[in-house]
């Protein structure tokens, strides 16, 4: 349970004493539980008929401890974790796939033909190796990106605080960090599947992006990618997340 979701409980309680609905015992009575309280459920307990609470709970953090160690060294002073998660590895084909698949195997398709033919043509080294970067390309878009996510993800961890909203991919040695401020998000959406994953995008979408985001295509887009902002990919529950950050967006902007 978070700062914030105890904060949002205090706030239930004294709108619901200034309507009436408690007296000053009751009130007195579950401010002293609120406070006590250690988890969500226990909340939930002092609020049960009230559904505007309810439907603000935020999504819960399952996260291995290793997970909030490495989100921890990257906060500041004063600020704290609400939200951790990881994007799904399982999951492989995109929006952008719709036209990077046919993409892969034309491209793919007629490199292997043309380098099959040079070779079998017997017409000399120079244009057998010319041939080669663009096999190896073909093969990349084929199969090779979708290692490449897939690596990626499991190293890959999705964070929001009480001021951020960040990406740690962890590397080798080090780790890299991309975050943007509760205060800059201009835009949030949200896509979402049957089986309740889904992404999330905290910034305006372009559509020049939007043929290789979360693709394995990042390695040709980096600069493009720097400037689209910050997303999480394949994650549980992307609207509990979203309206997370949006009420932690909404509270930071209020002060």
Do not use: C
């Not at 096999?135 to 199969?143: H, R």
């Not at 905290?202 to 040709?220: A, D, I, K, V």
């Not at 887009?221 to 999480?232: I, K």
């Amino acid at each position: 349970m978070t700062e914030a979701e105890r904060e949002r409980a205090i706030r239930s309680l004294q709108e619901r004493y200034a309507r009436g609905a408690l007296t000053n015992e009751e009130f007195d009575e579950k401010l002293d539980k609120t406070f006590a309280a250690k988890s969500h459920a226990e909340l939930a307990e002092l609020l049960p008929d009230h559904a505007d609470w309810a439907d603000t709970a935020p999504p819960e953090i399952v996260a291995s401890g290793s997970d909030l160690d490495t989100v921890e060294r990257h906060l500041s002073s004063g600020e704290r974790i609400e939200w951790v998660g990881r994007p799904d590895p399982a999951k492989h084909f995109t929006r952008g796939d719709v036209f990077l698949v046919p993409f892969s195997i034309m491209w793919g398709g007629f490199s292997i033909f043309w380098e099959a033919s040079v070779i079998a043509g017997g017409a000399g080294p120079f244009f057998a190796a010319w041939g080669i970067p663009f096999v190896v390309i073909g093969l990349y878009f084929i199969f090779g990106r979708f290692i490449y996510k897939a690596r990626r993800k499991r190293r890959t961890i999705y964070a929001v605080t009480s001021r951020r909203v960040m990406t740690i991919v962890r590397g080798r040695h080090d780790q890299s960090v991309d975050a943007t401020y509760l205060h800059s998000v201009p835009n949030i959406s949200t896509s979402a599947v049957s089986n309740g994953r889904g992404s999330v995008e905290f910034g305006l979408s372009s559509p020049m992006t939007g043929w290789y985001e979360n693709s394995g295509m990042e390695l040709f887009a980096r600069g493009q990618m720097a400037s689209s902002g910050v997303s999480f990919y394949d994650i549980e529950d992307p609207r509990g997340v979203a309206d997370l950050v949006e009420r932690l967006r909404d509270e930071d902007r209020a002060r």
